[in-house]
């Protein structure tokens, strides 16, 4: 038996730097990404309005007993969506005032429906534009240094034994004068 020779294979031509595809841009992707959400955005709208034509077909089908059934049913479920959207509303509220730093008014001063969606869910966007109307306090909510004692370390802002070694006698009296040298006084440092 002869054993089949191999054949050899083709060179592989090289190729070219210039020849290879390039990385698509910033604003290639940038103008995809715009593509596909506002695709996106068309289908949410189309899905949306063939829902409401199929919901107003099977209204037209329903019988009038069916139909107070179904009445019945939207009373009830809008009835529990407003008893606890509200509640819902107050957490999403907090939630957001407080990851964003700012202070939400009292209650009984926010109109809390106007943050319900149609479905009867908390609107988020409606209130993530609420939350950024609201301004963020820089300063702290409670008064400060009031004589409550030490607030910070005992070393905060003293002199240290290195830094005393390198001063004349009159700039140690003078950081002695504005207690920059008690904890080195204390032992402390």
């Not at 002869?2 to 050899?8: I, K, S, V, Y």
């Not at 005992?154 to 040298?181: D, F, P, Y």
């Amino acid at each position: 038996m002869t054993e089949p020779t191999p054949t050899p294979l083709p060179a592989a031509e090289p190729v070219l730097p210039s020849e290879l595809p390039q990385a698509p841009d910033a604003a290639a992707l940038t103008a995809e990404v715009d593509k596909w959400r506002s695709m996106s955005r068309k289908n949410e709208k189309a899905f949306k309005d063939a829902s409401r034509e199929l919901e107003q077909f099977r209204q037209a089908a329903v019988t009038d007993q069916e139909r107070a059934i179904e009445t019945a049913r939207a009373e009830a479920r809008t009835a529990a969506l407003s008893e606890f959207g509200s509640q819902l509303v107050t957490a999403e509220l907090r939630a957001q005032a407080a990851s964003a730093g700012t202070t939400l008014p009292a209650a009984e001063f926010l109109n809390l429906s106007r943050f319900l969606g149609e479905d009867g869910q908390p609107d988020g966007e409606a209130i993530a534009a609420f939350i950024t109307t609201l301004s963020t306090s820089k300063e702290p909510e409670y008064r400060q240094n009031i004589g409550l004692g030490r607030q910070g370390t005992s070393q905060a802002g003293q002199v240290t034994r290195s830094r005393l070694s390198h001063m004349s006698r009159a700039q140690i009296n003078e950081a002695r004068s504005k207690g920059l040298l008690d904890a080195v006084m204390r032992g402390e440092l």
